[in-house]
């Protein structure tokens, strides 16, 4: 079996999918969480694209949430049977990674009048994107993409904790009970579950 590392920080974020991914092809991997400080201003210039997630497989390097994700969804049947499902996982996921972007923007901000100002605009937006996201969720049986499991299951489905902080809503699921059905679908994977079940719990 290959060897195998991911490396990120201590949180789920949009890596957690390329985690139960592994997980789900059977794959072990050492998971390392590197810390944010002294850690990984060590760590960076040595990376393909100076950020993390990096993932090594036997020594060659992968490096971007989505690239990472897609090239796993390959290599586990995840990606459709054509290009046209292919096609719509994408488009799905790069909505939900506008949103996903505009709200870690406006959560990480630090000058609190800019980020005051973004969240007044954030919520106008929202409402209109998560119901489109619940749309999507609706037209393909609960799955984001081309009505099956996909690997676009796997990165929302990880990255639903996180997006409830970002998106300063803890009520997001109650609002939206797809949201975690598409997650408790994932999640109740047997080779998933047993990952989860011994995986450092985070926040977000
Ligand atoms: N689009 C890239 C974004 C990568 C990125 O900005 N990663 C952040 C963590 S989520 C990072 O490495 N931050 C530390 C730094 O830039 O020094 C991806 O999907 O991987």
Known sequence: MSKVTLYYFQAKAAVEGIRTLLAYGGQEFEDRRLEFGEEWLKFKPN?????????????????????IS?????KYGLIGDNDEEAFEIDQNVDYIT????????????????????????NAKLY??????????????D?????????????HFAGMLDYLK????MPDLTDKYPAFKKI??????????????????????
Request: hydrophobic content about 40%.
């Open 47 to 67: 990376t393909p694209l100076g950020t993390l997630p990096v993932l090594n497989i036997d020594g060659k390097e992968y490096a971007t949430c989505l690239a």
């Open 70 to 74: 897609r090239y796993l969804g390959k």
């Open 98 to 121: 506008d949103m996903r972007q505009r709200a870690s923007t406006t959560y990480w901000e630090r000058d609190e009048e800019i980020k005051k100002k973004q969240q007044e605009e």
């Open 127 to 140: 409402p209109a994107m998560l119901d489109k996201i619940n749309a999507m969720l609706e037209k393909n």
């Open 142 to 154: 609960g799955y984001i993409a081309a009505k099956k499991l996909t690997w676009a299951d796997f």
């Open 165 to 168: 902080v970002i998106l300063q």
């Open 183 to 204: 997650a408790e679908r994932v999640y109740s994977i047997p080779k998933v579950k047993a990952w989860a079940a011994t995986a450092p719990h985070t926040e977000l």
